[in-house]
């Protein structure tokens, strides 16, 4: 299973970017489908997450201005991130948990995202 993510760039604080992920390979079903940032100096957080079933959960620094969309078919997932602030400045990371490859989490190499102010 490889992800690859594209969509990161700069842009300035109140605009907009829209981020992409698609898995490759064959054989599975993720079962979550997810987008995480780490920002210089901290953890790694949850940003977006899309289960199977539908449903989806942000944190609160996020919520209202970020949607994260999927094509199963496709094994492609977006996150459209709105309203854009300097704190949301980070590199993206698309994450895919499988439960048939014994609950691995699958990472994308990462896209840089720079909010000036």
């Known amino acids: 299973v490889q992800l690859q993510a594209s969509g990161g760039g700069l842009v300035q604080a109140g605009g907009s970017l829209r981020l992409s992920c698609v898995a490759s390979?064959?054989?599975?079903?993720?079962?979550?489908m997810g987008w995480y940032r780490q920002a210089p100096g901290k953890q790694r957080e949850l940003v977006a997450l899309i289960r199977s079933g539908g449903s989806t959960n942000y944190p609160l620094s996020v919520k209202g201005r970020f949607t994260i969309s999927r094509d199963s078919a496709k094994n492609t997932w977006h996150l459209q991130m709105n309203s854009l602030k300097p704190e949301d400045t980070a590199v993206y990371y698309c994450?895919?948990?499988?439960?048939?490859?014994?609950?691995?989490?699958?990472w994308g190499q990462g896209t840089q995202v720079t909010v000036s102010s």
């Open positions: 994450g895919a948990l499988i439960y048939s490859l014994r609950g691995q989490v699958f």
């Open positions: 390979g064959s054989g599975f079903t993720i079962n979550e």
